[in-house]
């Protein structure tokens, strides 16, 4: 592993906390070239910078992930989050944080996951429903692997019948609902997946001084490491070294398909793990 100086793990935290979890291509290579290393030694090495973004109360067990494109040359950080005061299912798990920071920046290829542990059957499912899972190299602190051989006989989207993929390119068509929702909000309820329930869903967080945080439903085969569009917004949060009670929020809104609105529940729960007394505005898709 590299030895990264504080002063140089400082900068690029600062860096990829601006950015929301990325980092760009622009500076994977400067510091390949620095260093005179590969892509893989230098995802390992920055591993301790993504368990920093990690917030886990419960545990005290900070994990970081990095996800990688060998398409694009971009990474994408990932850390765990959890909520006191809520059911611990609703924990967002590193390596589903990496892949969400992947997905809501329009990536459609993984190549590489880094991990400071070995992943839990949770995240290895998780893992699962991405495009093309079988031919991501996992990157553990003591040997790199495959999922088909982390998650053998292993059930998945074809099993249901479902030919899409998370990280497929989603159908963007506009919604003929009449609905009064910012456009961004509404292209990443169009791009949310949910092939299972039929639940497209999506977050918006507006903050007053902090930009906006978006979050999008990432349904699982398995239903249980699905992650809620809330949850994906928050992580987003997370990465930008941000909390819902460190910002002043302007408003949250939920936006959902009308026939199901499963999602009102698990974003009030969530919600209620924190001090502050938020409300959110749901808008419904018919």
Same mark, same amino acid.
């Given at each position: 592993?590299?030895?990264?100086?504080?002063?140089?793990?400082?900068?690029?935290?600062?860096?990829?906390?601006?950015?929301?979890?990325?980092?760009?291509?622009?500076?994977?290579?400067?510091?390949?070239?620095?260093?005179?290393?590969?892509?893989?030694?230098?995802?390992?090495?920055?591993?301790?910078?993504?368990?920093?973004?990690?917030?886990?109360?419960?545990?005290?067990?900070?994990?970081?992930?990095?996800?990688?494109?060998?398409?694009?040359?971009?990474?994408?950080?990932?850390?765990?989050?959890?909520?006191?005061?809520?059911?611990?299912?609703?924990?967002?798990?590193?390596?589903?944080?990496?892949?969400?920071?992947?997905?809501?920046?329009?990536?459609?290829?993984?190549?590489?996951?880094?991990?400071?542990?070995?992943?839990?059957?949770?995240?290895?499912?998780?893992?699962?429903?991405?495009?093309?899972?079988?031919?991501?190299?996992?990157?553990?602190?003591? #040997?790199?692997?495959?999922?088909?051989?982390?998650?053998?006989?292993?059930?998945?989207?074809?099993?249901?019948?479902?030919?899409?993929?998370?990280?497929?390119?989603?159908?963007?068509?506009?919604?003929?609902?009449?609905?009064?929702? #910012?456009?961004?909000?509404?292209?990443?309820?169009?791009?949310?997946?949910?092939?299972?329930?039929?639940?497209?869903?999506?977050?918006?967080?507006?903050?007053?001084?902090?930009?906006?945080?978006?979050?999008?439903?990432?349904?699982?085969?398995?239903?249980?490491?699905?992650?809620?569009?809330?949850?994906?917004?928050?992580?987003?949060?997370?990465?930008?070294?941000?909390?819902?009670?460190?910002?002043?929020?302007?408003?949250?809104?939920?936006?959902?398909?009308?026939?199901?609105?499963?999602?009102?529940?698990?974003?009030?729960?969530?919600?209620?793990?924190?001090?502050?007394?938020?409300?959110?505005?749901?808008?419904?898709?018919?």
């Amino acid at each position: 592993m590299l030895t990264i100086s504080k002063e140089l793990e400082q900068e690029l935290q600062q860096k990829i906390q601006s950015n929301g979890g990325v980092i760009p291509k622009t500076l994977l290579d400067s510091l390949m070239a620095r260093f005179d290393v590969e892509i893989k030694p230098l995802l390992q090495s920055l591993l301790p910078i993504a368990a920093k973004f990690s917030i886990a109360p419960i545990s005290n067990f900070n994990v970081g992930a990095i996800a990688y494109s060998s398409v694009s040359g971009r990474a994408y950080i990932g850390s765990n989050l959890e909520f006191n005061h809520a059911a611990l299912c609703l924990v967002v798990h590193a390596e589903q944080s990496a892949i969400n920071t992947a997905w809501l920046n329009g990536e459609t290829h993984i190549s590489h996951i880094a991990i400071t542990d070995a992943p839990c059957g949770h995240c290895r499912q998780f893992i699962n429903e991405v495009k093309l899972s079988e031919q991501i190299e996992i990157l553990l602190p003591n #040997t790199n692997t495959s999922l088909p051989e982390l998650l053998p006989h292993s059930f998945g989207p074809a099993d249901l019948g479902n030919e899409t993929r998370l990280l497929d390119i989603s159908d963007l068509r506009d919604s003929e609902a009449n609905i009064t929702v #910012t456009p961004l909000l509404l292209k990443h309820y169009q791009a949310s997946y949910a092939p299972y329930s039929g639940n497209k869903s999506a977050v918006e967080i507006k903050t007053a001084k902090h930009g906006d945080f978006y979050g999008r439903y990432a349904e699982n085969v398995a239903y249980n490491p699905s992650l809620s569009p809330l949850q994906s917004a928050l992580s987003q949060m997370a990465l930008s070294g941000l909390s819902l009670d460190e910002v002043e929020v302007v408003e949250i809104t939920l936006v959902e398909t009308e026939q199901y609105k499963n999602q009102s529940g698990v974003a009030d729960v969530v919600l209620g793990s924190f001090t502050g007394n938020y409300e959110i505005k749901k808008a419904y898709v018919s």
